[in-house]
């Protein structure tokens, strides 16, 4: 009976699932670990049925927030691959609802739900804090760790052969090819990295803000250990060479430094002018920071620096990171990519093709297919790299009208709130603040990733994560206020 009572908590408690699904695929980032967290989602997913069984009995499920927008976009989706299903059948097909079951998970369990949690805030609060430490914890150790190797082994080839899912390379260091170099660490790819190293600094600045950046330790060592984290992810995210990802941090403390000042002196006349000018002043800075980023030689002049340093310990340590010949017009391919979305947009402008298509019309439409074909157990799912463009052309402007429109009700509530906040609720008022600029960021970074819903990935689920927690921050706001 006992077994009986503990397991049902177990299959029924979204807190705990939320935590254990977003570690998962955030170590499916990391090499030798990619496979196993891509095994544990086929017990991930029918958790998640437990959770929507146990809400739908209850009628709790129709009382999230904006549940008529999420339910008719989820309609969409499902009529999109419908639609479709001669072409995808079976195994795009079955793709495809794999998909549109992850949409559910991230809509209903890690924002619907957080929007009508009755759980006490000290719970909800060990969640987000626990889920920060320990994306901040295994990236920075592993980073460092790489870092620490490749002044003396730049690239470490780890390749072989299994029965299952076929032939596999691994690349541990720098990943290299003709007038490219980039870290990759021990993760998947560099643009992961260079993600996860920027998730990692975000974070430490919220853990920090709040007090909550091993509060139980000296100042001094807390402060130690905060400039290791920001040091070695700022380097990951450095020799990663992501532009998106530099822009996604650029864009965070931009909008979290307006808003401070915003908030700071909004009802003070007097400071108008302050305010307007300290503004510009912080967009001009933003704006030539990106602009140097976005030439391409950060890493190239960093490396450069490194390697006449270790020169003097070591003359076999040439590092050679950066990109040769960086031309920006062509932007990493996603300019190409972006006019074949385009057109084929315009082909099927209602429901879009859905999201497991895009290789087979790709065949149709363009002599040489989709650019970039992105292989899953050796079957073909590419992607734009631009979330809003990957929902307009998988689901049509029904689809992405429904979703432009969750979007904005969300941020109205967000702003809404963020102005609300009081001294005594000050620790409200700085997580609410910092997932705000997250948001803004990351909603500036998805014209250049794969984000919202374009793959199963820890990328697209940690806004749907953080979303949530700040609504749950919104309605907690509601009722104290």
Request: aromatic share 18%; with cysteine.
């Amino acid at each position: 009976m006992r077994t009986k009572v503990a397991l049902k908590d177990v299959l029924y408690n979204a807190n705990l699932f939320r935590i254990v699904f977003l570690l998962n695929l955030f170590l499916g980032t990391f090499i030798f670990l990619d496979v196993a967290a891509f095994i544990f989602l086929a017990v991930m997913f029918p958790w998640a049925f437990f959770i929507f069984k146990s809400k739908i009995s209850d009628h709790t499920l129709k009382k999230v927030n904006q549940f008529n927008l999420v339910f008719l976009f989820l309609i969409c989706t499902l009529l999109s691959s419908v639609i479709h299903i001669k072409m995808s059948f079976p195994i795009y097909f079955t793709f495809d609802l794999i998909m549109i079951y992850y949409y559910a998970i991230c809509l209903f369990i890690f924002f619907g739900l957080l929007t009508i949690s009755e759980d006490k805030p000290s719970l909800i609060k060990k969640e987000i804090i626990f889920i920060l430490k320990f994306v901040i914890s295994f990236t920075t150790i592993t980073t460092l760790i790489s870092l620490l190797i490749i002044p003396f082994k730049d690239q470490i080839n780890l390749s072989g052969c299994s029965n299952a899912f076929g032939d596999f390379e691994y690349i541990i260091g720098i990943y290299k090819r003709p007038n490219v170099s980039r870290l990759t660490a021990f993760f998947d790819n560099p643009n992961i990295l260079a993600f996860c190293c920027v998730v990692s600094l975000i974070f430490t600045h919220i853990l920090f803000s709040i007090n909550e950046f091993l509060k139980n330790r000296s100042k001094h060592f807390r402060i130690f250990a905060c400039l290791i984290c920001i040091f070695v992810n700022s380097f990951g995210l450095i020799f990663s060479d992501s532009i998106a990802s530099f822009i996604l941090l650029i864009s965070y403390f931009t909008v979290y430094i307006l808003l401070s000042l915003i908030k700071k002196h909004s009802n003070d006349d007097l400071k108008i002018k302050t305010i307007f000018f300290s503004m510009v002043i912080l967009l001009m800075v933003t704006f030539i920071t990106v602009h140097i980023i976005l030439q391409g030689g950060l890493q190239s002049n960093i490396s450069s620096l490194l390697n006449n340093f270790f020169d003097s310990f070591d003359k076999n340590v040439n590092l050679k990171l950066g990109r040769l010949d960086y031309d920006l017009k062509y932007g990493s391919g996603r300019k190409v990519l972006m006019n074949q979305a385009l057109v084929l947009f315009f082909n099927h402008p209602i429901l879009g093709i859905g999201i497991s298509n895009i290789e087979n019309f790709g065949k149709i439409y363009f002599e040489s297919g989709i650019a970039f074909p992105n292989y899953i157990l050796g079957i073909s799912f590419p992607n734009f790299h631009n979330g809003y463009l990957t929902i307009l052309t998988c689901y049509g402007l029904v689809g992405f009208s429904l979703f432009i429109i969750f979007i904005f009700k969300c941020f109205k509530s967000l702003v809404t709130y963020l102005f609300k906040c009081n001294d005594s609720n000050s620790e409200y008022s700085t997580i609410l603040s910092c997932f705000f600029a997250f948001i803004c960021s990351y909603l500036i970074f998805a014209l250049f990733e794969k984000t919202f819903i374009s793959e199963i990935n820890f990328m697209c689920t940690i806004f749907w994560a953080i979303l949530g927690y700040s609504m749950y921050i919104c309605k907690r706001l509601r009722t104290e206020l």
